[in-house]
């Protein structure tokens, strides 16, 4: 596995204003997603983190509301912009590592907890 | 709409016990197949992946997988008050995670 951080562990912010949250992996990965989990909910896909390109969103998830910046192999950041409060949520980074014949492990950072007032 | 379906639960057993977990899921081409461990306000933890029909074991942990019926399940032997958690199952397409909405196990001891 390895070892993955999140800053920060949790905020309180205000409706209309944004937050960055940034992820850190101590070794080299190709593969870097950003989830949210809803309070009593499981987790929703964002997008893939893209090293050198655009994020790839999914259904439901905009480049304008969650711009993503993936500088190299090791770090990410979410932005969430122009908060409201159905954006308080957990932010959880994962970072896929090759352990199947055709697939990627994912291991998950420690997340980000979001209060939007 | 791709879709992984568990019991919510809260699924109570006693100490000791074997706890079995499943999940059904709609995508016939996934391959890989994922259980996680989530502690309350903690993140989700990998605790078995599987890709081949048949159990894998891996300690207390045997995963179960039948891609003919589309069904994988978790067994946990020896139940302990420590395994009390919410049990995520998670289906690779194209190799982005689909989850479940998670399965309550509550191990009385």
Redesign the interface.
Known sequence: SAVISQKPSRDICQRGTSLTIQCQVDSQVTMMFWYRQQPGQSLTLIATANQGSEATYESGFVIDKFPISRPNLTFSTLTVSNMSPEDSSIYLCSVGLAGLPSSYEQYFGPGTRLTVT | QKEVEQNSGPLSVPEGAIASLNCTYSDRGS??F?WYRQYSG?????IM?I?SNGDKEDGRFTAQLNKASQYVSLLIRDSQPSDSATY?C?V?SS????????TRLLVRP
């Open positions: 391959q890989s994922f903690k993140s989700p933890e990998l992946s890709y995520l998670a690779d190799y982005k995670l689909i989850f479940g909405s998670g």
